[in-house]
């Protein structure tokens, strides 16, 4: 272990962990893609940089002997094949050199790992561009979001899960001596204590987040001492191969195994992540992705399972200053990478009564008219649009929003074919919306993946919350978002949705946005509804990989 | 809530939490009975007011509206009923009255909810004498362990869960203002954070550690914001029905209602705790006691449980400098309270070679003469034996220890029925010893609860690692001693223990012993291995109870 490697990272480590307890702004990794910031060519050279791995081998990584070369990512952009291909390893073969690699890893001191990890992120962060065009062709999100989701919000959030896993890790002594007064003599005894680590690791990606869903298990785990196996999304692989490649290489410089961090692929002909999870030797999963499999994640007996999974995120409107600045930042959010993230809302909730906006009451119809009319606004700005849209990842988004017949509700806005002018074959869609009746709770009860929006009609802002509740508490909630003037409709809404495990977005206009979590500061999903039962990074997040244990010894003489 | 309280107690809560991470000797209740520490009638007085709760209701419980009174313990000292009858509820009550209790309790602040916690302990204190008769006529314990045990050791248990429940809920700012620069504006957001209780707990207890193994699960709940209902084995109510009362006087008194802490008893006809732990308004539960039942609550869905099941604990014998010491402490161990502690120790390994004794050899067959020897010693010792010994709780250990002839192995001590010189009729029991060899693994891998001890003869201090490995692994282990002279194995034992979550005591001879854990300093269970999935104190154990939830909103104009 190359000590210096601990001295040059010991600041940012001790940085980040202020930073998790003051939770103001913090971030060691720009999110602004500027020349000024990364480089004059550095968004040119990582343009280029990822059109070399386009129909060829991966190589980069350091697992030997593969047993074939199996890829399957397209670019929903371009609506063909990436052409990468990445090695495949059987499952008994990837833990088997995850449990060897567990007692070469585990020995390494918590500080030492924290610190090799974030000269990880320091080289990741080279490679910001280059996995921003990665994830754009393999998620479809727009190039911004690509850079700032995938690049500097993903070294960040992984920063955030090194940072806990060192605190906890040190937060107790290693050693010290017990002295107990017995009268006549003192009890004396050396005692000593070693966060143990659970064992092998796996973390199971997604298709829409490669990166940033992933890296906070991955670091977390890493961090206390446990070696992970990296499945991702047999679509969105190369994001984190890349992050997998910088952290081999940095484990072998520094004179450690490769298998402490592995890729695992899946064949074609083989889908492998059932076969891992289900491995005794596995204990730990991390889980991105849809309820069904989250559940199943969650039910293995004798493993420690961090999941996130889907929900119904909601929009609780009841009085407002301006609601032309509401409206436009709703439709900014739903708008946004169609809809494909965690924490797109989907259920707006308008009182019958209509909406009290600066004193006036503006009646239901026209909430639904504005909303609608700042959606087609933004779509159709070319400036704005195709930048905030990109593209969508899975054809069965599309086929879903397409047929949304089941909504019993009716059609307020139609989802259109948008064309992007820089991909003609880009797979695009616009947010459709539908106004539905708080009764017809079929229709609202489920997450609708993708760009849709229902406008539910309630009797009350009373009404408003204890769906919005019932919602959480029943099917998860990622985030909600609420617009009032009234304190005690604020209150309300805070303790309602603290209950069903829920962090709310008050009155949110302008640049910030309900859908965006900062790190450092947001947590990301609480753990407390059917959403996951895991955040980034509460401590709960990193204390359950590892296991205090104690040993003491009479003091001799 | 009366403030001052919480003025008045802020100094034992600072000063716990500091012990928490000093893990130097600290308490809060002195553990000595002697009249210069706790006054000169308390035992007296202790002992009086014990007898009047005999062959009466116990009336002190604020829960209104009793269904019937009921109780079925019976002292094992004197085998026969005690006569306390405790007022039945049922289950639904139970739960009905902690979930409206729930919604006072969770918006009391966490550092309000300590400090209230601490005037119970306090409380607690001056009643530590009539707990201690309390629990040696229901568990058997004697006199001096019963004390300690269910009074001071209890009372510290419980501030150890408040002071990191505490600590953990007060790790992040309540509120903070975020500014992210943007370049041509800051973004400006007010933010702010609840600790927000997961719900109605429940705490099942067992019958051999009436208050030691209620409280911290009870308290920890508790500080967390949510309500309880203790439902403590039918045999050993009275000890925690006192701290019950305590409980909700002092809850009544800051004008909170006593449903925040409930006691649930069994009905001699109608069994509650299964009823109460599917209960889908329970979130939280607490248990100790046996495999069987633990592995139900375990996998109770929609639970978050905290266990300490059974486990089959080791001692790994291969050098020593003195061999009559060691001898000796270890014969404590297995004697003391008739070995119904989950830390005592029952299969001792000792090489077939023999042991290294201060650079002799001392043959296998010798080794096996001083334990055997030294047991019959100290159970011999009239000064010593009552005192240590005690009673059996429940006529199932003595069956099982008389017909423990499933073992296949030679009996080198024999129990005999043992007279306790202050209680004609008590039910007592002097350990038992077989030799097993390794090869008859199927005889000791599992718990033999009570006072029976497995000499088993392995082929080498390698051999007897291994096995205490699988078994810590397999079947569960609280506790582990080990004797050497040699670095090298110790530090292997220390590694292969430590992967089985099982903490180590070494060389342990005098005053201490390995089934001893102090508050403030030794976790007690790990939770990495079967014998349960929780550990006294660690964080893990308080911030399960509660959900980090978040809101933030633009700070204005």
Redesign the interface.
């Known amino acids: 272990m190359n000590l210096n490697l601990m001295d040059k990272h010991q600041d940012i480590i001790d940085k980040a962990v202020q930073a998790l307890?003051?939770?103001?702004?913090f971030a060691q990794y720009p999110e602004?893609p500027m020349p000024d910031v990364y480089g004059e060519n550095a968004d040119k050279e990582g343009r280029e940089k990822y059109k070399t791995h386009l129909n060829t081998q991966f190589t980069e990584l350091l697992q030997e002997d593969p047993e074939a070369w199996v890829g399957q990512e397209e670019s929903p952009y371009e609506q063909q094949p990436l052409g990468v291909t990445y090695p495949f390893f059987s499952p008994e073969t990837l833990v088997s050199r995850a449990e060897e690699a567990f007692h070469q890893w585990r020995k390494v001191k918590p500080a030492d790992r924290a610190s090799l990890l974030v000269e990880v992120l320091e080289r990741m962060k080279t490679r910001f561009f280059e996995i921003a065009y990665a994830t754009m062709h393999t998620t479809g999100q727009a190039y911004m979001m690509s850079f700032q989701a995938s690049g500097p919000h993903a070294a960040d959030r992984a920063l955030e899960a090194i940072a806990s896993g060192y605190e906890?890790q040190t937060?107790?002594?290693v050693s010290?001596?017990?002295?107990?007064?017995?009268?006549k003599y003192n009890?004396k005894?050396n005692?000593s204590?070693?966060a143990?680590p659970?064992g092998v690791g796996l973390v199971i990606g997604c298709s829409t987040f490669p990166t940033w869903n992933t890296v906070p298990g991955m670091f977390a785990s890493l961090v206390t001492g446990n070696p992970v196996i990296i499945k991702p999304h047999p679509k969105a692989v190369l994001p984190i191969a890349i992050v997998v490649a910088e952290v081999q290489k940095v484990l072998q410089e520094n004179g450690l195994t490769p298998n402490i961090c592995q890729l695992a692929v899946d064949a074609d002909d083989r889908l492998i992540t059932k076969d891992l999870a289900e491995n005794p030797k596995v204990k730990l999963i991390d889980y991105t992705g849809g309820n069904e499999f989250g559940n199943y994640v969650e039910g293995l007996p004798g493993k420690v399972t961090f999941t996130e999974k889907t929900g119904v995120n909601s929009i609780i409107l009841d009085s407002m200053d301006d609601l032309d600045k509401v409206a436009q930042n709703l439709a900014f959010s739903v708008t946004l990478y169609s809809g494909q993230m965690c924490t797109a809302p989907q259920n707006f909730y308008v009182p019958e009564a209509g909406l009290k906006v600066g004193g006036e009451t503006v009646p239901y119809e026209e909430v639904v008219e504005k909303i609608a009319g700042a959606v087609t606004a933004l779509v159709n700005n070319p400036k704005a649009g195709p930048h905030i849209l990109g593209a969508i990842q899975n054809p069965a988004t599309t086929e879903r929003i397409k047929g949304a017949g089941s909504v019993k509700g009716r059609e307020v806005l139609s989802s259109s074919d948008f064309s992007n002018p820089m991909f003609a074959n880009a797979r695009t869609c616009t947010p459709v919306i539908y106004e539905v009746d708080a009764t017809e709770k079929e229709s609202y009860s489920r997450e609708l993946f993708g760009p849709v929006v229902l406008i539910i009609k309630t009797k009350s802002t009373d009404q408003s919350i204890e769906i919005a509740k019932d919602m959480a508490t029943s099917h998860g909630a990622i985030s909600c978002g609420a617009y009032t003037t009234d304190p005690a409709i604020k209150e309300k809404i805070?303790d309602e949705?603290?209950?069903a495990?829920?962090?709310?977005?008050?009155?949110?206009?302008?640049?910030?946005y309900v859908n965006q979590n900062?790190s450092f500061?947001?947590?990301h999903v609480?753990?407390?509804n059917p959403a996951g039962n895991a955040?980034f990074t509460?401590?709960?997040f990193v204390?359950?990989r590892f296991?205090?244990?104690?040993?003491?010894?009479?003091v001799q003489g």
């Open positions: 307890h003051e939770r103001t702004f602004n906890e937060r107790f002594p010290t001596e017990w002295e107990k007064p017995m009268g009890l005894l005692k204590w070693r143990v659970k805070m949705m603290s209950l495990g829920t962090p709310v977005s008050f009155n949110l206009t302008g640049g910030i900062a500061s947001d947590f609480t753990g407390g955040s509460n401590p709960e204390i359950k296991t205090w244990v104690g040993f003491r010894e009479p």
